[in-house]
C-alpha cells in the first residue's frame, strides 16, 4: 500500500506495479476504487509502470482528521493533478472508467502536452440515462452491472461496488451528469473509446450522440458484445489484448486498425 499525503489533509491512497516509459494511470469509475484496475494494471506492467489511485471519497483515499469524505469534484480533480505532480510523472497514457473517464478527458485538455493517448471505458456521453441510477445504492447497483458467469474479479468488484458511500456515489455521479453543460474542447491526442454492449448504465452511443463527442484527429469507438459496466472483468482476455495493442501504438499509428480478439487461434499445419 502506497499513499500521499495532501496539505489539504487527504491521505490519498494508490498503487504501482512494473517499470517502463510511459507510465499509465487507471482511474476507477463512481463507485469501486483501484481493486477492479488489478488485472489490467498487472498486464500495463509488462512494459509500464501502471499507477492506480482511489478517488477522494473512495477506497483507501480518506481525510487524516475526519476519516471517510464524500466526493467533491474540485478536490479529487485537484488530487489527480497533485498526484501526477507529486511523483514526477510529466508524460503518460490515461485510461479511465465511468467518472474517470471523464476525469482523464480533463487531463487530456489540460495538459495536451503530457498525455500521450486516452483510453476511456463506459464514458456517460451527453444524454446517457445516468439521472435514472441516482436514487439506488451501490449495493442495488452491484448486481445490475454485470452479465455472464461469475468471476472472482468480477466478484470483487462486487464487494468493492457495495462498500462504496452512498454519498460518494451519488455525488460523483450527479456531477458526471451535469459534466456536458460546457461544450467539450477538441482532444489532441489518440483516443480509444470502449462500451459494454449491455450496458444499462452507459449504454453505447448512437451514431447521433457520437457527433457530439469531442473531435479528436485519431478517435475510435468499439463495443465489446455480451458485457455490461465491466469488460474488463467480463472479457478480461478481449480487454487486454486490446489494451496491450493500445499501449504498443506508436504515434503516427492509425488507430481506428485496432479491432476486438478473443484470443490468437494457434495455426496448425
Do not use: C
Amino acid at each position: 500500500m502506497s499513499a500521499i499525503l495532501l496539505p489539504d489533509g487527504l491521505l490519498l491512497h494508490y498503487e504501482v506495479l512494473g517499470r517502463g516509459r510511459p507510465p499509465v494511470l487507471f482511474l476507477h469509475s463512481w463507485f469501486g476504487s483501484w481493486r477492479y484496475w488489478l488485472l489490467s494494471m498487472e498486464e500495463a506492467a509488462l512494459r509500464h509502470r501502471a499507477y492506480a489511485m482511489d478517488l477522494p471519497g473512495f477506497g483507501g483515499s480518506t481525510n487524516l482528521d475526519q476519516g471517510t469524505i464524500p466526493f467533491q469534484v474540485e478536490q479529487a480533480q485537484e488530487a489527480v493533478v497533485r498526484f501526477l505532480d507529486l511523483l514526477g510523472i510529466d508524460h503518460f497514457i490515461v485510461v479511465g472508467h465511468g467518472l474517470g473517464s471523464l476525469l482523464a478527458l480533463e487531463l487530456a485538455w489540460k495538459f495536451p502536452d503530457q498525455v500521450e493517448k486516452v483510453l476511456t471505458i463506459a464514458l456517460p456521453w451527453n444524454g446517457a440515462p445516468l439521472a435514472r441510477w441516482l436514487k439506488a445504492t451501490p449495493q442495488q447497483m452491484a448486481s445490475r452491472l454485470f452479465v455472464g458467469p461469475p468471476s472472482e474479479e468480477i466478484q470483487v468488484a462486487r464487494d468493492e461496488i457495495a462498500h462504496t458511500p452512498l454519498e460518494s456515489f451519488r455525488e460523483s455521479l450527479a456531477w458526471s451528469q451535469a459534466f456536458w453543460d460546457v461544450p467539450p474542447q477538441p482532444l489532441r491526442q489518440p483516443w480509444l473509446l470502449l462500451y459494454g454492449e449491455q450496458d444499462p448504465l452507459v449504454p453505447p452511443p448512437d451514431e447521433n450522440a457520437q457527433s457530439h463527442l469531442p473531435p479528436a484527429p485519431q478517435r475510435h469507438l468499439l463495443v465489446i458484445p455480451k458485457a455490461a459496466h465491466f469488460p474488463m472483468l467480463e472479457h478480461p482476455r478481449m480487454f487486454h489484448r486490446l489494451l496491450r495493442a493500445f499501449l504498443q501504438m506508436a504515434p503516427d499509428d492509425d488507430i481506428t486498425q485496432l479491432r476486438l480478439h478473443e484470443e490468437w487461434q494457434r495455426r496448425v499445419r
